[in-house]
């Protein structure tokens, strides 16, 4: 009933949740676009990209044949720099600053801001940017990873190749003054090469001297491996999410329900959900099931570090998957 509904909302409210129905960023899907006609320009190769990418996975490939003889504290470490540079996607970039699904004290936007140079996948304001065109454009030439050009294209060719002309100009138009206004944001902006130097590459390789590690078994493992496992388990969200799983939520669109890249991805699986409901903190219905990114901002809230969550209410989500859902959902 209504009384009930109201009461629910105020008592969620009072734990620092709060049930939203709309973005307040320039996020939303635009149904308004279409594509242009006419052919694509031709793939300009960035070869620079090429062989770096190409590099990295095979120092990772070389990094794996090191796992056997490392210290089992060298392990661990790799570990926690995963954790640490997933947090700095997920939670980092990904919830708080292309999405504002949550607010973020300054002490936690720094620490997301050092995972997030921890993880190389730009800084915060190009991939932020990109991210929105994503959301708002999907599917099209203005979606940077557009999944309509294939598994290759959307997983890493797109980080090969210039960019079509439509991501840039209606990129161009996108709201990104919330991004301009942030100054944890402008800061990495501004020494990004030197912080992912320091956060990447040096302080993964050197943490695990302490006890003892060659300093190339550093470099290897919690270094270029666990980057490019970060990597990776990223663009699957781009590339795997957009192609199998279900769509409870909306089956009109490609983002698609995998449980095996939310395991990779800290949480980042659940993905025709989270393009039905960008602005929802957990990108998820189901809280911390395979979502330890939910998990931690939720320990965020309770240490005061963070607060303002955004998720969707239960009337609206019944409503949309009634409405535009694959019937696969078990919500009820
Ligand atoms: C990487 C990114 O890996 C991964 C992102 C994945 C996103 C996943 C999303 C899924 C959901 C979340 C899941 C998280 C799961 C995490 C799990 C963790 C375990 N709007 O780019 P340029 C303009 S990076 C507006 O150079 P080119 C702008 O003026 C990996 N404007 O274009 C710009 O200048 P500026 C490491 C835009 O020349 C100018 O155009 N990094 C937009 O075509 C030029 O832009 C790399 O590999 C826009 N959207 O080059 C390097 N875009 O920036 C990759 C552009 O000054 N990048 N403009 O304002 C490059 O080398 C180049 O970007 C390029 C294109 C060659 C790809
Ligand atoms: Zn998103
Ligand atoms: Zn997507």
Redesign the pocket.
């Known amino acids: 009933t209504e009384t009930e509904t109201r009461n629910h909302r105020a008592g969620t409210q009072q734990n620092g949740v709060a049930a939203a129905e709309a973005s307040t960023v320039d996020?939303a899907f635009d149904d308004t676009y279409t594509e242009k006609e006419g052919p694509r320009p031709p793939m300009r190769l960035v070869w620079r990209n090429i062989i770096a990418m190409s590099l990295l996975h095979l120092g990772a490939l070389y990094g794996i044949t090191l796992v056997p003889s490392a210290h089992a504290l060298t392990l661990l470490w790799s570990v926690v720099c995963y954790l640490i540079s997933a947090l700095g996607v997920t939670a980092g970039v990904?919830r708080l600053w292309?999405?504002r699904s949550y607010k973020a004290s300054l002490p936690l936007r720094i620490f997301l801001a050092l995972g997030n140079s921890m993880a190389f996948e730009n800084d915060i304001y190009e991939w932020s940017r990109d991210?929105r065109s994503?959301?708002k454009y999907s599917e099209t030439n203005a979606d940077p990873h557009n999944a309509k050009r294939g598994f290759f294209f959307s997983h890493v060719g797109w980080l090969l190749v210039r960019k079509h002309p439509d991501v840039i100009e209606k990129g161009q138009k996108l709201d990104v003054s919330d991004l301009r206004a942030d100054a944890v944001v402008m800061f990495q902006r501004r020494h990004y090469k030197l912080s992912v130097v320091l956060m990447c590459f040096v302080v993964p390789s050197v943490v695990p001297l302490l006890w003892g590690e060659a300093l190339a078994v550093g470099y290897f493992v919690p270094g270029l491996l666990r980057y490019a496992v970060v990597l990776n388990a990223t663009w699957l969200v781009n590339s795997a999410a957009h192609m199998w799983g279900y769509r409870p939520y909306d089956k009109s669109i490609y983002p698609r329900e995998n449980m095996l890249v939310a395991l990779g991805a800290a949480g980042e699986g659940f993905h025709n959900y989270?393009?039905t409901f960008?602005f929802d903190y957990s990108?998820s219905e189901y809280g911390w099931r395979l979502n330890i990114t939910t998990a931690f901002i939720d320990l965020m809230c309770l240490l005061g570090l963070a607060s303002d969550r955004k998720k969707v209410s239960k009337e609206t989500l019944l409503a949309r998957v009634q409405r535009t859902g694959d019937s696969s959902a078990r919500s009820g």
């Open positions: 996020d990904h292309s999405h991210h994503h959301h989270h393009h960008p990108t």
